[in-house]
């Protein structure tokens, strides 16, 4: 692997496959390494080629973060300083501290004020409302509401925090990411679980559309300082994981060239003045024939690289803009591209459509497809032993877990 040295330095904040994502993407356009602080050393980026991984358990809290993008912007005076975010906490830290950086250090995020409340899904419905996009029936329950309550939709039914951060704070045996809810009894029994850890903000009860991983779709954005939505990428989601932790993570994805949806979206980002990476969870729902919006990350997603492999280089995106002082031209991608990270046996076994199969043996006959991880020269050997190991651990992890 050959390496260059650039006028900036990317550092990416977070543990998971969002952060080698973001590194790979700088590697491949410009050949620089990334700095990847997390709290635990783990995941994809600890031990790779093309990052410098560093770990602290407080990595998210301002009074780390701060005096080390201080350290680095007067370490290295005559660069620019990239900090980004590849989690919901890193993100809100950077913003709340994006007045506090050195001149030399780019946090290209929205004030806390704005961030925070899209954050919270109940005030992302009011703007979804607003500019017409739709989104499942929602109930919005609070911590002082009786847990014992009709819903104007029947069961199953879907539960999720409306404040993520809050909610992995207060952590318990029985944790998950999205709880499929099949009757009253289990509804009540999770919602004392949730709020008996310590979690106090709403949290969201919604009608369960119908149809398996095949009717998910995610959208990821990019809006200039100005914003203005520069990029627009959406992803048909095929297939996701669903261990309870893991549960609704990207497993594969098939890039689709055009979409209904961007004006909306594109409507909804610059109405607010958004900067920065954006990215929505999607469903189709047969039943009415509408594309329903789950929530929006404040942030690329962890699944960002299904851009870079479709030809928009997130990165370059970054670089353009502010070290080069280009207004880049809007863009979508060109074509199907697939983005994976489970086996392919799994993908060929659990993937049902006939049509999203063809579509999915298509691309990996014409070699369209890229797993993140596995990039060719990052090739130590105990990252690639760990990465190996949780690759093929996902045909147990799906033989147990999907259903």
């Known amino acids: 692997m050959e390496f260059q040295s650039q006028s900036f330095i990317p550092v990416a ?12 993407a700088f590697y491949e356009a410009y050949g620089v390494r990334t700095r990847v602080y997390g709290k635990f050393p783990t995941g994809p980026s600890y031990r790779s080629r093309i990052t410098v991984y560093h770990d602290h358990e407080d990595m998210d809290k301002e009074k780390v973060m701060l005096p080390l993008l201080k350290k680095l912007s007067r370490r290295y005076k005559d ?15 950077l913003s709340q501290i994006r007045d506090k950086l050195p001149e030399n250090v780019i946090a290209p995020y929205i004030d806390f004020g704005l961030m925070d409340s899209l954050q919270q899904k109940e005030r992302f419905y009011q703007l979804c409302e607003k500019h017409g996009l739709d989104y499942p029936s929602t109930v ?21 925090p409306s404040n993520g951060i809050e909610y992995w704070e207060n952590p318990f045996d029985t944790q998950e990411k999205v709880y499929t809810i099949h009757d009253k009894e289990e509804l009540i029994r999770v919602i004392n679980d949730i709020y008996g850890a310590g979690y106090s903000d709403s949290l969201i009860i919604q009608d369960m559309i119908p149809g398996n991983d095949e009717y998910m779709h995610v959208l990821t954005c990019y809006s200039n300082h100005e914003g203005r939505v520069r990029m627009m990428c959406l992803g048909h989601v095929l297939l996701e994981e669903h261990t309870p ?20 979206v594109k409507a909804l980002l610059e109405d607010l003045s958004y900067i920065g990476f954006s990215n ?4 189709y729902d047969r039943r009415d024939q509408k594309y329903k919006f789950f929530e929006i990350n404040t942030r690329q997603g962890r699944s960002n690289f299904y851009v870079t492999g479709s030809g928009i280089n997130i990165a370059k995106l970054l670089v353009e803009e502010y070290i080069e002082g280009k207004d880049p031209e809007f863009t979508t991608p060109k074509e199907e591209h697939l983005w994976l990270t489970v086996p392919k046996g799994v993908a060929k076994k ?11 043996q298509k691309l990996l006959k014409e070699k369209k497809y890229v797993n993140p991880i596995f990039l060719h020269g990052d090739n130590r050997f105990n990252r690639l032993l760990r990465m190996w190991k949780n690759h093929f651990r996902q045909f147990g992890n799906f033989k147990q877990y999907y259903n």
Do not use: Q, W
Not at 79 to 93: E, H, L, P, R
Not at 140 to 160: A, H, N, Q, S, T
Not at 252 to 259: A, N
Not at 350 to 360: L, W
């Open 13 to 24: 904040f977070g543990g998971d496959i969002n952060t080698y994502s973001v590194a790979r």
């Open 79 to 93: 660069k620019k300083i990239f900090a980004i975010g590849c989690g919901d906490s890193y993100v809100a830290t």
């Open 140 to 160: 919005i329950f609070r911590k002082d509401m009786e847990p014992d309550i009709e819903l104007p939709f029947p069961y199953p039914v879907i539960l999720k």
């Open 245 to 264: 932790h893991g549960k609704g993570n990207h497993a594969v994805i098939i890039t689709e060239p055009e979409s209904e949806l961007y004006d909306r």
């Open 280 to 283: 929505f969870d999607i469903k």
């Open 350 to 360: 659990y993937i049902f459509e006939d049509e999203n199969k063809k579509a999915v």
